[in-house]
């Protein structure tokens, strides 16, 4: 295993209404040195609306970044110094998103259209924090797919000061497709990715996009300097409790998913305490837990049953794992 392992060599997409608090909180359980990022917080939300519902973190989180949205300088600085004073590690812009709510708001993918005004940005949170600025954005808008174009971007958002780029491998449509649509359609093209990183070789390249396996993820990092996973590690996160010792050369991580389990109810027990959060808000992160295991399903329809909503977590808890446990006798004893 290499020693100078980038910062960046793995991490778990920022995904809105998905990656909160909480749902970092049940991936840090899992691997230890994976990077996390927040969903993406939008310059207005953070600076007319409470600092904490948006930025609240767990000290465990860390490495953990803050996924901002806008394309105002000034307003993005204000942002990125009050993340910072959060204890965020990493600030990101997002230069990816192509939803229409986002391009009303002209941030998103559509910056990609505007390297000199992104750059901009850059420098500006550059000049007010001391933590990373980085950027998230796609390999072209619309029909565009020439490299030349990301090329350029990457160029000259760099003189900027940005020295990190996360490439998600798909061009972005602007119109007549949907988020989820702009995840499927447009075809992957990861060589434009590894073909940024042999063209700027003093610049972090992490990929993103299309990655479903430890394999694929293996074979990524023979070409560029990190790979990030999205809905992937979430629909499917038991695989990373091997990511520390298979890709940063640590300890493998000793749990297992009924201590890891426990150690949410737990969790949810505290923020019930100190937020008033309910545990369903918090549950509904780890349902793929179990993913692959007899009871499976079971297991997950007991923790996502509202009329369950009214019981402690713990008594949850201890119903789903009856079920688990019932299941895998029965498929023992039919051996």
Request: proline residues 6%; aromatic residues 8%; contains cysteine.
């Amino acid at each position: 295993m290499p020693t100078d392992l980038s910062p960046w060599r793995l991490s778990v997409a920022p995904m809105l209404d998905w990656t909160d608090k909480h749902c970092r909180f049940f991936h840090r359980q899992l691997t230890q040195k994976t990077r996390l990022y927040t969903e993406m917080v939008t310059t207005g939300g953070l600076l007319h609306g409470s600092e904490r519902r948006h930025l609240r973190l767990d000290d465990c989180e860390h490495p953990v970044a803050l996924q901002l949205g806008g394309s105002e300088p000034h307003e993005l600085a204000r942002c990125a110094q009050i993340g910072a004073r959060w204890g965020y590690d990493e600030i990101n812009l997002n230069c990816g998103c192509p939803s229409e709510r986002v391009q009303r708001g002209a941030f998103g993918a559509c910056l990609m259209a505007e390297p000199t005004l992104v750059a901009d940005c850059v420098k500006a949170m550059v000049d007010a924090v001391d933590v990373p600025v980085t950027v998230k954005h796609r390999i072209g808008i619309d029909r565009e797919e020439s490299y030349a174009f990301v090329r350029d971007f990457v160029g000259a958002v760099a003189q900027a000061g940005c020295r990190v780029f996360i490439v998600h491998a798909r061009n972005a449509w602007l119109k007549g497709l949907s988020p989820k649509e702009n995840r499927e359609i447009p075809p992957l093209r990861h060589e434009l990715v590894y073909r940024l990183k042999r063209e700027f070789p003093q610049l972090s390249i992490v990929l993103n996009g299309g990655v479903t396996s430890d394999a694929q993820i293996a074979a990524h990092l023979q070409q560029v300097d990190g790979v990030m996973l999205g809905r992937e590690a979430y629909h499917h996160p038991w695989p990373m409790t091997g990511w520390d010792a298979r890709f940063w050369g640590g300890a493998p991580n000793p749990r297992t998913r009924a201590e890891v389990e426990a150690a949410m109810v737990a969790y949810m027990q505290r923020e019930a305490i100190e937020d008033g959060t309910p545990w369903s808000a918090i549950a509904r992160h780890m349902l793929g837990l179990h993913h692959g295991e007899r009871g499976a399903r079971l297991w997950r329809q007991i923790w996502s049953d509202h009329r369950r909503k009214p019981l402690p977590a713990a008594e949850v808890a201890a119903q789903a794992a009856a079920v688990l446990a019932e299941r895998q006798a029965q498929a023992l004893a039919s051996i």
